[in-house]
């Protein structure tokens, strides 16, 4: 028997759906703050089993340990930025609302323009029991590990490489004149990094960055208005720096990066 929630899936399996989550978080990795980035998680972990998930404000709440109007503020940005699809449940014994419905979006899905909130009538009215606690985190992959231990052929030139790539993904917007420009916000980022003993070995992980930067820069494009592309770029750039040199520092604490480093500097020069 079909499970009602797999009525509503977007996608074929869990990895699809995983994939898209993390493309969302790129592309609006300037958009959402932690607290975004929880909720988005929680309804990725609880749509793990049926590709969607069945969630009441309150069990959001309790998980997260924020407020109720915090949640809502978070679900309503998610939705505007189509990272979500929200469905009314009603309750036919009840006659009322119960938990909403929570769906995952492919990138780019067109078709929740067409439509607005859409209530259903169901005789499940529990919250998906998949355990939050026990699903793996998008915060928590390998990803970027496994960027730190790319390594490419010696013969091959990661630089020129690097720049062709840049040059074939802004052919889409059909500005590849701004290659240059993005390869040499590149070129100053990354040395200010590897100039530091501890980050020498990972100029692989600066070049993959940088190309995971452009694409996001030439997605971003297409969804919105985007005045400077390169100083776009720069601030995708820097923030995936950051998260992949800090991540440990960004699990720990509440403030930004920039914010502890501030903090520290005063402590040491106060």
Do not use: W
């Not at 909720?39 to 709440?61: D, F, G, P, Q, W």
């Not at 701004?178 to 992980?205: C, D, T, W």
Request: proline share 3%; glycine share 4%.
């Amino acid at each position: 028997m079909t499970h009602y929630l797999s009525r509503y899936a977007k996608f074929n399996s869990k990895e699809e759906m995983d994939a898209a989550a993390r493309t969302h978080l790129d592309i609006h990795c300037n958009s959402l703050n932690k607290t975004d980035r929880a909720v988005l998680e929680m309804i990725r972990c609880y749509s793990v089993k049926y590709l969607a998930a069945h969630l009441k404000h309150e069990t959001i709440e309790k998980k997260l340990a924020v407020s109720n109007s915090t949640v809502r503020r978070s679900l309503r940005k998610l939705e505007k930025l189509q990272i979500i699809e929200r469905i009314h449940y009603v309750r036919p014994v009840m006659s009322g609302l119960g938990a909403n419905i929570y769906v995952i979006l492919p990138v780019d899905d067109q078709g929740k323009l067409d439509r607005g909130p859409r209530s259903i009538e169901a005789d499940e009215s529990k919250d998906s029991t998949t355990h939050f606690e026990n699903e793996p985190s998008l915060y928590k992959s390998k990803n970027l590990k496994d960027l730190i231990k790319t390594s490419h052929p010696a013969a091959e030139k990661l630089s020129t490489t690097l720049f062709g790539k840049m040059k074939s993904l802004l052919s889409i917007s059909g500005d590849t004149a701004k290659a240059r420009n993005f390869f040499g916000i590149y070129r100053v980022l990354s040395r200010k990094m590897l100039k530091f003993e501890i980050h020498q070995e990972k100029g692989p992980l600066f070049e993959e960055l940088a190309h995971r930067a452009t694409r996001i820069a030439v997605m971003a494009q297409k969804t919105k208005t985007i005045r400077n592309l390169p100083g776009y770029f720069k601030g995708v750039l820097r923030q995936l720096m950051t998260e992949a040199l800090f991540a440990d520092i960004y699990q720990e604490y509440s403030v930004s990066v920039d914010e502890f480093s501030l903090a520290v500097n005063r402590g040491v020069t106060g």
